[in-house]
C-alpha cells in the first residue's frame, strides 16, 4: 500500500478527499462515517535495518542483549520519527480529541481517534509511507465450553489429559518445573488472585492494559485466565511449568484484539513498563511470550514486533487457528516462519476437528510446525478464584507448547536463550498422531513433517533431553 495522498477540493459547500488509486480506500470510508478513528502510521524506515546486526553479535548477559537491542531502535525511532512527532505535538495544542503514542519497537506511531485533517497533514510528510485503519481481530467464541466451581478437593496424583500426555509430570520428577523463567501471555488478561495463579504472578512490571491502565491483572473473559494457568497454573495440576514466573499484557478485549493493544503490548514484552506504561526496565522481559490469537493468512503487520521479540532473544508461540479441517487455513501471525506456530489433537491423539492446516499462504511452508493438546482442555477460568472450565481451540494447544519451551529453557538455567535450538529440539522429540488418511499439497498426514501436524504432537520430556543434547 502506498502513502496516503490528500488532494482538498472545494465542491459547492462539501470538502471531498481524493486519494490515489493505489490507497485502500477503507479508511476514508471509515473518517467519513464516523469522524474520528484509530490509525497506525508507518515510517519508511524500517527496523530490519536495525535488527539484521543482533543475528551476529553476542552478549555477556541476557539483559545486554535485551538493553541494546532496546537502545537501538529507540533511536533509529527518534530520528527517523523526530518531524512528524513535533507536527503532532503542534496539532495537540488546538485538536484535543486524538492521542498518540511513538512506538520505537516497529517505527510507528499509534492514533486513537484522528481525524480526516489529522491524516491529511501526516500524509504530507515524506517519512511517511502508510496510514492505515487500526484492524480489529475477533476473538472465537469458545468450543466445548463447560465451567465449574466449588470442586472437591483435587487427588495429587491426577494430572490433566493434556499435561499428562505430553509427560510433563516426568520432567517434574526430575526436579524441573520450570524455574527461573518468566512467561508472558498477551490475552483477554488474566484473574491474578485465582488459586491456581496467584503464587507465581511477578507483580514489579509485570501487567499492563494498554487502553485503560488499570493497576491489577483483570479479565472479563476468561480466556487469558485460560492459557496463562495452562501455562503456570500449580492447582490441579493444570498448567505444564507449574513454577515458572508469569506476567501478561491485555492485547485483547472482552470479544476482540485490536491492532493497537497488540503493537503496544509487543513494545511491552520487549521492555517492560509500570502499569502505567512508564519506567521501562529492559532486564524484565520475559523468556518467551504466548499468543493464543490471530486471524488472516498471509497478514505481515505484526512481522516487525516478531522481529523485534526474536533480536532480543524472547522466543514467540503462537496458535495457528481454528479454521481447519480444510487445507490452506493457517493464520498469521502464526504462520510466520520465525514463530512457532501450533496446531491442536485431542485426548485420542489425533488432530482436532477444527486446528487450521496448512500450506502458508505466502511461501507455501510447512505449518503448523508442532501440534499440542487443544480439545477439551481443563484450566482456570475467570468467573471467582476457584472457577475452572474446559475449552477447546488452538489456543489451548499454544500454552503447552510454551510451558514446555519453559521446561526446556529451566532445564539448562545458564544456557543463552538459542530460538533456533528450542525449536530443533521441540520438533525433534515430538511424535506422531493417530493418521486421519489426510493429506494437503500432496504431503500426507503420515509423513512428518506434513501440513497438519507440522513435526508432531509434542512431548516434552523427549524435547527436553534433545535440547540438552543440542548445547
Not at 32 to 45: P, S, W, Y
Not at 72 to 92: T, Y
Not at 195 to 205: G, S, V
Given at each position: 500500500?502506498?502513502?496516503?495522498?490528500?488532494?482538498?477540493?472545494?465542491?459547492?459547500?462539501?470538502?471531498?478527499?481524493?486519494?490515489?488509486?493505489?490507497?485502500?480506500?477503507?479508511?476514508?470510508?471509515?473518517?467519513?462515517?464516523?469522524?474520528?478513528?484509530?490509525?497506525?502510521?508507518?515510517?519508511?524506515?524500517?527496523?530490519?535495518?536495525?535488527?539484521?546486526?543482533?543475528?551476529?553479535?553476542?552478549?555477556?548477559?541476557?539483559?545486554?542483549?535485551?538493553?541494546?537491542?532496546?537502545?537501538?531502535?529507540?533511536?533509529?525511532?527518534?530520528?527517523?520519527?523526530?518531524?512528524?512527532?513535533?507536527?503532532?505535538?503542534?496539532?495537540?495544542?488546538?485538536?484535543?480529541?486524538?492521542?498518540?503514542?511513538?512506538?520505537?519497537?516497529?517505527?510507528?506511531?499509534?492514533?486513537?481517534?484522528?481525524?480526516?485533517?489529522?491524516?491529511?497533514?501526516?500524509?504530507?510528510?515524506?517519512?511517511?509511507?502508510?496510514?492505515?485503519?487500526?484492524?480489529?481481530?475477533?476473538?472465537?467464541?469458545?468450543?466445548?465450553?463447560?465451567?465449574?466451581?466449588?470442586?472437591?478437593?483435587?487427588?495429587?496424583?491426577?494430572?490433566?489429559?493434556?499435561?499428562?500426555?505430553?509427560?510433563?509430570?516426568?520432567?517434574?520428577?526430575?526436579?524441573?518445573?520450570?524455574?527461573?523463567?518468566?512467561?508472558?501471555?498477551?490475552?483477554?488478561?488474566?484473574?491474578?488472585?485465582?488459586?491456581?495463579?496467584?503464587?507465581?504472578?511477578?507483580?514489579?512490571?509485570?501487567?499492563?492494559?494498554?487502553?485503560?491502565?488499570?493497576?491489577?491483572?483483570?479479565?472479563?473473559?476468561?480466556?487469558?485466565?485460560?492459557?496463562?494457568?495452562?501455562?503456570?497454573?500449580?492447582?490441579?495440576?493444570?498448567?505444564?511449568?507449574?513454577?515458572?514466573?508469569?506476567?501478561?499484557?491485555?492485547?485483547?478485549?472482552?470479544?476482540?484484539?485490536?491492532?493497537?493493544?497488540?503493537?503496544?503490548?509487543?513494545?511491552?514484552?520487549?521492555?517492560?513498563?509500570?502499569?502505567?506504561?512508564?519506567?521501562?526496565?529492559?532486564?524484565?522481559?520475559?523468556?518467551?511470550?504466548?499468543?493464543?490469537?490471530?486471524?488472516?493468512?498471509?497478514?505481515?503487520?505484526?512481522?516487525?514486533?516478531?522481529?523485534?521479540?526474536?533480536?532480543?532473544?524472547?522466543?514467540?508461540?503462537?496458535?495457528?487457528?481454528?479454521?481447519?479441517?480444510?487445507?490452506?487455513?493457517?493464520?498469521?501471525?502464526?504462520?510466520?516462519?520465525?514463530?512457532?506456530?501450533?496446531?491442536?489433537?485431542?485426548?485420542?491423539?489425533?488432530?482436532?476437528?477444527?486446528?487450521?492446516?496448512?500450506?502458508?499462504?505466502?511461501?507455501?511452508?510447512?505449518?503448523?510446525?508442532?501440534?499440542?493438546?487443544?480439545?477439551?482442555?481443563?484450566?482456570?477460568?475467570?468467573?471467582?478464584?476457584?472457577?475452572?472450565?474446559?475449552?477447546?481451540?488452538?489456543?489451548?494447544?499454544?500454552?503447552?507448547?510454551?510451558?514446555?519451551?519453559?521446561?526446556m529453557l529451566a532445564s539448562t538455567p545458564n544456557a543463552d536463550v538459542n530460538y533456533d535450538?528450542?525449536?530443533?529440539?521441540?520438533?525433534?522429540?515430538?511424535?506422531?498422531?493417530?493418521?486421519?488418511?489426510?493429506?494437503?499439497?500432496?504431503?500426507?498426514?503420515?509423513?512428518?513433517?506434513?501440513?497438519?501436524?507440522?513435526?508432531?504432537?509434542?512431548?516434552?520430556?523427549?524435547?527436553?533431553?534433545?535440547?540438552?543434547?543440542?548445547?
Amino acid at each position: 500500500m502506498l502513502k496516503l495522498l490528500v488532494l482538498t477540493v472545494f465542491v459547492g459547500l462539501f470538502q471531498q478527499a481524493v486519494f490515489s488509486p493505489s490507497f485502500d480506500l477503507s479508511l476514508v470510508k471509515s473518517l467519513e462515517a464516523n469522524g474520528r478513528v484509530n490509525v497506525v502510521v508507518t515510517l519508511k524506515e524500517r527496523t530490519s535495518s536495525v535488527l539484521g546486526q543482533f543475528s551476529l553479535k553476542t552478549y555477556e548477559t541476557r539483559t545486554d542483549r535485551l538493553n541494546a537491542v532496546a537502545t537501538s531502535l529507540q533511536a533509529f525511532a527518534a530520528k527517523s520519527q523526530a518531524r512528524v512527532l513535533r507536527a503532532l505535538e503542534q496539532e495537540k495544542l488546538h485538536n484535543h480529541g486524538f492521542t498518540f503514542k511513538s512506538l520505537w519497537l516497529t517505527n510507528q506511531i499509534l492514533i486513537r481517534k484522528a481525524d480526516l485533517g489529522l491524516v491529511e497533514k501526516l500524509s504530507d510528510f515524506e517519512e511517511v509511507d502508510t496510514i492505515t485503519e487500526e484492524i480489529v481481530i475477533n476473538l472465537e467464541e469458545p468450543l466445548d465450553l463447560t465451567i465449574y466451581d466449588n470442586l472437591p478437593k483435587a487427588d495429587d496424583e491426577e494430572f490433566q489429559w493434556g499435561v499428562e500426555q505430553i509427560e510433563a509430570p516426568v520432567v517434574w520428577n526430575g526436579g524441573n518445573r520450570g524455574d527461573g523463567i518468566v512467561v508472558a501471555t498477551i490475552d483477554t488478561g488474566v484473574r491474578y488472585t485465582h488459586e491456581a495463579l496467584r503464587n507465581n504472578f511477578r507483580a514489579k512490571y509485570g501487567w499492563l492494559d494498554p487502553w485503560y491502565f488499570t493497576p491489577e491483572p483483570n479479565d472479563q473473559n476468561g480466556h487469558g485466565t485460560h492459557t496463562t494457568a495452562n501455562i503456570a497454573g500449580k492447582a490441579r495440576h493444570v498448567g505444564v511449568a507449574p513454577n515458572t514466573t508469569w506476567i501478561a499484557c491485555k492485547g485483547c478485549a472482552t470479544s476482540s484484539c485490536f491492532q493497537l493493544d497488540l503493537l503496544d503490548c509487543a513494545q511491552w514484552i520487549a521492555c517492560p513498563t509500570d502499569t502505567d506504561g512508564n519506567n521501562p526496565d529492559c532486564s524484565l522481559a520475559p523468556h518467551l511470550v504466548s499468543n493464543s490469537w490471530g486471524g488472516g493468512r498471509g497478514s505481515t503487520w505484526y512481522a516487525a514486533s516478531v522481529n523485534a521479540w526474536r533480536a532480543a532473544g524472547i522466543i514467540p508461540v503462537f496458535s495457528i487457528g481454528n479454521s481447519g479441517p480444510a487445507c490452506n487455513t493457517a493464520n498469521s501471525p502464526g504462520d510466520y516462519e520465525n514463530v512457532i506456530g501450533v496446531g491442536a489433537t485431542s485426548s485420542e491423539n489425533i488432530l482436532a476437528y477444527f486446528s487450521s492446516v496448512g500450506p502458508t499462504y505466502n511461501g507455501q511452508r510447512i505449518k503448523p510446525d508442532v501440534a499440542a493438546p487443544g480439545q477439551q482442555v481443563f484450566s482456570a477460568y475467570h468467573t471467582s478464584d476457584t472457577a475452572y472450565a474446559t475449552l477447546s481451540g488452538t489456543s489451548m494447544a499454544c500454552p503447552h507448547a510454551a510451558g514446555t519451551i519453559a521446561l526446556m529453557l529451566a532445564s539448562t538455567p545458564n544456557a543463552d536463550v538459542n530460538y533456533d535450538k528450542i525449536k530443533e529440539a521441540l520438533q525433534a522429540g515430538s511424535v506422531q498422531t493417530v493418521s486421519e488418511g489426510k493429506s494437503c499439497e500432496g504431503i500426507p498426514d503420515t509423513k512428518i513433517p506434513n501440513h497438519h501436524i507440522g513435526h508432531g504432537r509434542i512431548n516434552a520430556r523427549q524435547s527436553v533431553v534433545r535440547y540438552r543434547e543440542l548445547l
